[in-house]
């Protein structure tokens, strides 16, 4: 008999917890921001529990036009993902390492030398999780106005994406001879400049960072617009995905997985992880009781504030407990805004009700119960052909994590769906993906990571 699917698992790293919130609950660790102790212990603990790997987003800026309600906010002020991950490379050993840097910010080159060498430093688990910016919060910032329209945005992605695995490519895995007899430090003809002329971006290269340990880092995408969709096809290893029901998982999957195919890549080798935040108790009415305690620490300025930031359109002038007016999309989180909306009127919602909705998993699925019930779930959507895997999303830093490996792991292992050791020393190898041929055809290539 063939073996069950083994499930992925990501952890969702963020300051006290998912639920915004978090804070405020008398267990939770409100400092998490710039405290990078906490960061290593919540990493050690997902290390513990045989996680994937760990994952950083990010945003370059906080709100302060409406100091009022955002001063309820705890997600304000919190260490740079990419300097926390290159310090969790010295204090974990296997679990894998991905944050967020944006396109519409950094350059190629930037990324493709700050990404290999995340590599280098943590031996081969690094993972870059491209995103677009659009938010006029973190433009002004960088001295800019937003991009526009995603199909914009996402056409100077498509390029940064191609330039930064060229620049990969540099070096070929045995371009460095070390002869010290012949004093011949590297073989010239393993080195190869990009010299990419595009409509964005002008790089000749070649990187001065050597070939990854797993041939290049873990490329994440989390796009859920048409546009996002074809660019995560086209380039992505990972996808972060959200669907709030196992319906949406589908078709998601579906939809992608073919995308894939049609760019001429395997679907088996882009693994689809849906974010999910679980609160657990030892029945699912203490679940939710647990939950439901967060949700009356929730300020209404805050609710609307959190909600306001995710459809790009201000709120707090409408009656909380009214229903949410018909508004026109912007150019800011397009597919989940959407999303919001469609949840909204096909479940007749107030502003409040929406705003409790996505309080802990901003949109993503959300499920209550005991271990085995969350178990049930997972197993249910993997064979499903809704996800590969998952992006565990705790709305509580630490203890619900503390709960999910005590009670949830265990229970995936005794199913077979989950491993009980990690398989390799990479990320790549543990998501059990091909280490990636160099497009220098000369250049050897491993089975695996």
């Not at 001295?143 to 070096?171: N, T």
């Amino acid at each position: 008999m063939a073996s069950p699917r083994q499930i992925k698992l990501g952890m969702f790293l963020r300051p006290a917890g998912h639920h915004i919130a978090a804070w405020r609950h008398p267990e939770s660790q409100a400092d998490a921001g710039w405290n990078f102790s906490r960061y290593m212990e919540l990493a050690q603990t997902a290390e513990r529990g045989l996680f994937d790997m760990l994952f950083l987003a990010d945003t370059s800026g906080v709100p302060t036009d409406d100091m009022e309600n955002a001063r309820h906010l705890a997600y304000v002020a919190w260490i740079e993902p990419f300097t926390t991950m290159a310090a969790l490379a010295t204090a974990t050993k296997r679990i894998g390492l991905v944050c967020t840097s944006s396109t519409s910010f950094e350059t190629p080159f930037g990324i493709a030398r700050k990404f290999a060498s995340l590599d280098l430093v943590s031996r081969g688990r690094a993972g870059w999780n491209l995103i677009t910016s659009a938010n006029p919060l973190e433009w002004r910032n960088f001295g800019a106005e937003p991009q526009g329209a995603p199909a914009k945005r996402y056409a100077r992605a498509r390029e940064f994406a191609g330039v930064v695995e060229g620049l990969w490519d540099s070096w070929d895995d045995d371009a460095f001879l070390v002869d010290r007899k012949s004093g011949v430090f590297f073989d010239p003809e393993k080195l190869h400049a990009l010299d990419h002329k595009g409509e964005h971006f002008q790089v000749r290269g070649p990187l001065n960072v050597s070939r990854s340990p797993q041939g290049r880092p873990v490329l994440v995408q989390a796009g859920a617009s048409d546009e996002g969709r074809s660019l995560a096809a086209e380039t992505a290893d990972v996808i972060f995905a959200a669907a709030p029901t196992l319906e949406v998982g589908r078709e998601f999957y579906a939809d992608v997985k073919a995308r894939v195919a049609r760019c001429g890549r395997n679907p088996d080798h882009v693994l689809i992880m849906p974010g999910f935040q679980v609160m657990l108790g030892s029945s699912e009415q203490e679940a939710r009781d647990r939950f439901e305690f967060l949700q009356n620490l929730i300020p209404d300025a805050l609710g609307v504030r959190h909600l306001s930031t995710y459809i790009g359109v201000e709120l707090s002038g409408y009656p909380v407990d009214g229903p949410l007016p018909d508004l026109p999309l912007t150019n800011l989180n397009v597919s989940r805004t959407e999303m919001l909306f469609k949840l909204a009127r096909r479940e007749n919602l107030t502003i409040r009700q929406l705003y409790q909705r996505i309080a802990g998993g901003r949109g993503h699925f959300q499920t209550f119960g005991t271990a085995k019930q969350v178990a049930d779930m997972m197993e249910e959507w993997t064979m499903a052909g809704a996800a590969d895997g998952f992006n565990y999303m705790a709305p509580l830093f630490p203890g619900q994590l503390e709960e999910f490996i005590a009670g949830v792991i265990p229970e995936l292992q005794r199913r077979g769906l989950y491993r009980t050791r990690y398989e390799a020393d990479t990320l790549r190898g543990n998501l059990g993906l091909p280490r990636p041929a160099s497009r220098h055809t000369h250049s050897p290539v491993a089975a695996t990571a």
